[in-house]
């Protein structure tokens, strides 16, 4: 069960070419497993004690909450190493996460807690793979653009955002000089909505001749 569903949810991140993908939670949520059951077959080994030896009642204790406390706040630090920070955004935390939540449906596995970690499974899929094409989120996005002569692809830029009714949020403008001439650069805080797409707005304000080049920066 281990095995099946975080190799399910790894692929999912794979097919989308995250950090972490099949193996990386295949391991995860094997390891929590292992770590459930150690823990599980400690309490049963105390208690055969402790009802074979009785005068050891007392003396003989197990935590169950010890061994699994580790692996919650341990997985952490594998899910930091998902998290990238590029250009002032911030990319791998949904990655990070799902690398957290396969160890938490591992732990329920090996504590034999069948039915919270099949409807686990369910809901954590469903919200990796499927939430995104349900309910359209479209925020605030970053686009920096390299151009030429500013005066006129600066109208074309505005004009371009205007047809389209792209809003801009926030502009940032830096000039720079290459080989004797000057670069512009502009860094748009946008909001599209669900008017175009994101990869059609790169397409677009590329085929301008003055624009040198346009990067997009994610949030």
Request: glycine fraction near 6%; charged fraction near 20%; aromatic fraction near 10%.
């Amino acid at each position: 069960m281990a095995t099946v569903f975080s190799g399910i949810i790894g692929l999912d991140r794979a097919y989308k070419h995250r950090p972490a993908g099949l193996r990386t939670h295949i391991l995860v949520c094997l390891g929590a497993c292992i770590i459930a059951l150690i823990q599980k077959n400690l309490s049963y080994n105390a208690l055969t004690i402790a009802q074979t030896y009785p005068q050891y009642k007392g003396i003989i204790r197990v935590d169950e909450a010890r061994l699994i406390a580790q692996v919650v706040s341990g997985i952490g630090f594998l899910g930091a190493g998902t998290i990238i920070v590029e250009n002032h955004s911030i990319r791998g935390l949904t990655t990070a996460a799902s690398l957290w939540v396969v160890a938490c449906i591992g732990i329920a596995i090996g504590m034999g807690n069948y039915i919270i970690a099949v409807s686990g499974f369910l809901v954590v899929f469903s919200v990796v793979a499927f939430l995104k094409k349900i309910i359209r989120i479209s925020p605030v996005r970053k686009i920096k653009i390299e151009y030429k002569e500013k005066l006129a692809t600066k109208e074309f830029i505005d004009d371009y955002f205007r047809e389209n009714q792209i809003s801009v949020e926030d502009v940032k403008f830096r000039a720079t000089k290459l080989n004797n001439r000057n670069i512009y650069t502009n860094v748009y805080s946008i909001d599209f909505g669900k008017n175009v797409n994101y990869v059609d707005i790169v397409e677009n304000l590329s085929m301008n001749d003055n624009i040198v080049k346009v990067e997009t920066i994610n949030v």
